[in-house]
């Protein structure tokens, strides 16, 4: 896997991902996200692939799933998040509570290669649910 990050201006980059599409990265969080905001989205985004793909596999009417991140850094350089917390916000009609638990739990335990990797480098990373009927 190859990936490219080419500077622009000021602290503005282009990040040009293995599969070719490209995002804006800005330190100053004007012209993109910063990359730190980049790696909670990629937590966000890794784990929520999991709990859709795996409620799905379960056969669980999903007509929505929202992962809310919320973390915390270290008060000193190098600013490593220390904590996240994902909230998971599951839309669907008769969607069982004990399925997107164990969905959230595979995720969290097993699949999530970005957690697992945040994990073992010492963030402590939490998880919780609601399920929501869809109207």
């Known amino acids: 896997m190859q990936a490219t990050v080419e500077w622009q201006d ?3 980059f ?6 070719g599409h490209e995002i804006i990265l800005d330190a100053e969080k004007q012209k993109g ?4 905001e980049l790696v909670l989205l990629g937590l966000g985004g890794c784990a929520s692939y999991d709990v859709v793909t795996i409620l799905q596999k379960a056969r669980q009417d999903v007509q ?3 992962c809310e991140l919320s973390a915390k850094r270290a008060d000193t350089v190098p600013a490593v998040y220390t904590d996240i917390h994902l909230h998971f916000v599951v839309t669907g009609n008769a969607v069982k509570e004990k ?5 959230v739990e595979l995720s969290a335990e ?3 290669s970005a957690s ?7 963030v402590n ?10 109207e």
């Open 33 to 36: 996200a910063s990359p730190m």
């Open 99 to 103: 399925q997107v638990a164990k969905a």
């Open 10 to 12: 000021n602290v503005n």
């Open 110 to 112: 097993k699949y999530c």
């Open 125 to 134: 990373i939490t998880h919780d649910f609601a399920v929501v009927a869809a």
């Open 116 to 122: 697992r990797m945040l994990e073992q480098g010492g």
């Open 14 to 19: 282009i990040g040009t991902s293995p599969s």
């Open 64 to 66: 929505g799933v929202r």
